[in-house]
């Protein structure tokens, strides 16, 4: 029998953005986050730090509430107490997200990266196999490991899952 070792060298956290408020005349860019979705980032932020996750680099869509939501996080666990805001990661597609990733500087081995549905889901499914089809919710997390020591040559498929979390907050 030939056993082969699946061995992480980097990590990637896909978040979706945590619960933001509703409201009419409120355009969607600028929606700040709920009571319940700032406790659901705290959750999240807890989490990590029960799991010892440490994030070297945080890059997040501009919008308010998934702003907010990365500064929540920021907080709880990360090394670098900045973040990196895009405005081509609001509503970004899969496409984008991927090449995010694949143009991460190589000294950085845990990302956390804050998007919105349906991309950071899709993109959840991209790169694990055997996920069937996912919908994240709101400040749900999925820890991805990945072998390849270089974020460009990021494969679909050939990555493992680590873990994931959902809030329980009602």
């Avoid at 990590?48 to 998934?66: E, F, M, T």
């Avoid at 190589?106 to 991309?119: D, R, W």
């Avoid at 820890?143 to 270089?150: C, F, L, R, T, V």
Wanted: contains cysteine; hydrophobic residues 40%; proline residues 3%.
């Amino acid at each position: 029998k030939f056993y082969f070792k699946f061995t992480i060298v980097k990590n990637i956290l896909l978040m979706r953005h945590a619960h933001a408020k509703m409201g009419e005349g409120i355009n969607d860019f600028d929606r700040e986050l709920s009571q319940t979705g700032i406790d659901e980032a705290n959750f999240i932020g807890d989490e990590l730090n029960a799991k010892k996750v440490v994030v070297d680099k945080i890059i997040s869509s501009s919008a308010k509430r998934a702003k907010k939501t990365a500064e929540l996080i920021v907080e709880k666990c990360s090394n670098s107490k900045t973040l990196d805001l895009k405005d081509y990661l609001y509503l970004a597609e899969i496409d984008v997200l991927f090449e995010e990733i694949q143009n991460l500087p190589e000294q950085c081995k845990t990302v956390l990266l804050v998007a919105h549905n349906p991309g950071i889901s899709e993109l959840a499914i991209s790169l694990l196999s055997g996920l069937g089809n996912i919908y994240m919710p709101t400040a749900t997390i999925i820890s991805i490991g990945i072998k390849k020591k270089s974020w460009k040559k990021l494969i679909p498929k050939k990555n493992k899952l680590i873990f994931s979390v959902s809030p329980e907050i009602s």
